[in-house]
């Protein structure tokens, strides 16, 4: 741990994938959207690839026209808010993982490519949103992941340079976005993409399960 009067380390996070579980409840909403707009289905592993940036940016990989990409936005929002509450889940030791840093003094906030609503949602029936300072969701951001703007903002208000600060996420665009701002990449290979993706981006650090977080941010502290 840091000595006494030494700088703090702070902690960002990413939600999906990383804190909360939610896996299954995008994909569904993605087979659910593309079915009933399109009238046709993809494979699991294409509807997801772009999950970690927003879903605005994501349904411009299924059309080119502007009102069925509006359209296709607002089907899945809506099937979404439908499921979401009754299934969103914290990974097996996260609050307690969170409980840990903030009881070793590390600040922590949410960096998210979500809304901040749904997000804000997701960080309550979690228990999540207990230990974290604040949350920046796409909506309170004029840039968005891989563009370290969501990240810069988050280390500024924790008050902190970004490389006293660790930006833990399971997508290679967090790792990308980490790495732009400057901050500690850690990769979370419990998240929802394969561990070779990830690594191809070089994390600084990668943890296969969030339990090891705590220990991580004591070495570093």
């Known amino acids: 741990m840091a000595a006494s009067g030494a700088v703090s380390l702070g902690v960002l996070f990413d939600l999906d994938g990383t804190l909360a579980d939610t896996h299954d409840i995008i994909l569904a909403s993605f087979h659910h959207t593309v079915r009933e707009v399109l009238g046709r289905d993809y494979p699991d592993e294409v509807l997801m690839q772009k999950?970690?940036?927003?879903?605005v940016t994501q349904m411009w990989d299924f059309t080119d026209d502007p009102a069925t990409h509006d359209l296709l936005v607002e089907t899945y929002r809506v099937h979404n808010d439908t499921i979401h509450d009754e299934q969103v889940r914290a990974f097996p030791g996260t609050v307690a993982a969170l409980a840990q840093l903030a009881a070793a003094g590390?600040?922590?906030?949410?960096?998210?490519?979500?809304?901040?609503?749904?997000?804000e949602r997701a960080l309550r029936l979690t228990g999540?949103?207990?230990?974290?300072?604040?949350?920046?969701?796409?909506?309170?951001?004029?840039t968005h992941k891989p563009d370290p703007g969501p990240v810069l903002e988050g280390?500024?208000?924790?008050?902190?340079?970004?490389?006293?600060c660790l930006y833990v996420g399971d997508s290679p665009f967090d790792m990308q976005a980490a790495r732009g701002a400057g901050c500690v990449s850690v990769a979370a290979l419990w998240g929802m993409f394969p561990a070779d993706v990830l690594r191809a981006e070089r994390p600084d650090y990668e943890l296969g399960s969030i339990a090891e977080l705590p220990a991580l941010a004591t070495a570093l502290a």
């Open 51 to 55: 999950v970690g940036q927003p879903l």
């Open 106 to 119: 590390h600040p922590m906030g949410v960096v998210t490519s979500k809304r901040h609503a749904i997000a």
């Open 128 to 142: 999540v949103g207990e230990h974290v300072a604040f949350l920046i969701g796409s909506d309170d951001c004029a």
């Open 155 to 164: 280390c500024a208000r924790l008050g902190l340079e970004p490389g006293r």
